[in-house]
């Protein structure tokens, strides 16, 4: 059974910048997409980035020129660069282990899931 670790998360004023990290445990990573989904309190779950094997990326419209999804499979490691952080950041950010060797903004494609990190933008 897969399991996910970040970190990275925290508090950052707007226009600041974090960078997240999750590290999959097991020798799959290689072989899978993985993807952040992040979720505000009263909000739905929304799709943030997502990378494939082949580094084919996919982001978010709210996110996109502002966020970098990357991976380091010698790690086991999928990041989340977020710069020019806005209030409307604010969330808890899931890392999602993909299915498939493909990333996808569908939560259906993944599992397991990361236990969830906070991020905190004030203005």
């Known amino acids: 059974q897969v399991s996910l670790i970040e970190s990275g998360g925290g508090s950052v004023q707007a226009g600041g910048s974090l960078t997240l990290s999750c590290v999959a445990s097991?020798?799959?990573?290689?072989?899978?997409?993985m993807a952040w989904f992040r979720q505000a309190p009263g909000e739905d779950r929304e799709f943030v980035a997502a990378i494939g094997t082949r580094d084919v990326t996919d982001y978010g419209n709210s996110v996109k020129g502002r966020f970098s999804i990357s991976r380091d499979d010698a790690k086991n490691t999928v990041y989340l660069q977020m710069n020019s952080l806005k209030f409307e950041d604010t969330a808890v950010y899931y890392c999602?282990?993909?299915?498939?060797?493909?990333?996808?903004?569908?939560?259906?494609?993944?599992?397991?899931w990361g236990q969830g990190i906070q991020v905190t933008v004030s203005e």
């Open positions: 097991g020798n799959l990573f290689s072989r899978r997409g």
């Open positions: 999602a282990f993909g299915r498939g060797s493909y990333g996808s903004r569908w939560p259906e494609n993944y599992d397991p």
